[in-house]
């Protein structure tokens, strides 16, 4: 028995298995400008609410003010809200958020109808596409571009069908010469 394709084998699946827990993480939905939450502090309803994020990433809740959610998970936030509470309102806050609205997506070049879009759980590029209408007959289906909102360099970056799109990414499909 040859122990080298199985050695090989295991070391590609490890190495596939953590390139897809960094994708995962990668793509964990961030907050950003435009964003509609909701906070819930357990017990007091007069500090929870629906807020929706100012231009920098901001909302103000009840008794400490402005509260930076820009870059932030929805776990983040919590934990960030619930360090704002401790010590000087509340002993033991337990804090959730939930996203009621997320910022949309767009959508440009060959398409039927390129535009702003609102983003959806699951949202890929095919499904983005059958949004805007689908493709128009010039379009360079195998050649889309992606320029994800997280980047702050804006580099844009080859996309597939299955491509998983976030809210603020725009998807650019170009014209085929022939």
Known sequence: MNVRPLLLAAVLAVASAAAL??????LEYRLGP??????T??????LSGEFELDGEGRFSLPLVQNVDAAGLSLHELQQR???KLRPDYLRNPRVSAEVLNY????II???KTPGSYAFASGMTVIRAVALAGGFTYRAKQKKMLITRARDPERRKQPARQDTVVMPGDVIEVPERLF
């Open 81 to 83: 809200v619930t360090e």
């Open 34 to 39: 435009g964003d509609r939450i909701k906070v």
């Open 21 to 26: 827990a960094a994708d995962s993480a990668d």
């Open 41 to 46: 502090v357990f017990g007091h309803p007069d």
């Open 109 to 111: 070049g060959e398409v």
């Open 103 to 106: 910022r949309p997506f767009f």
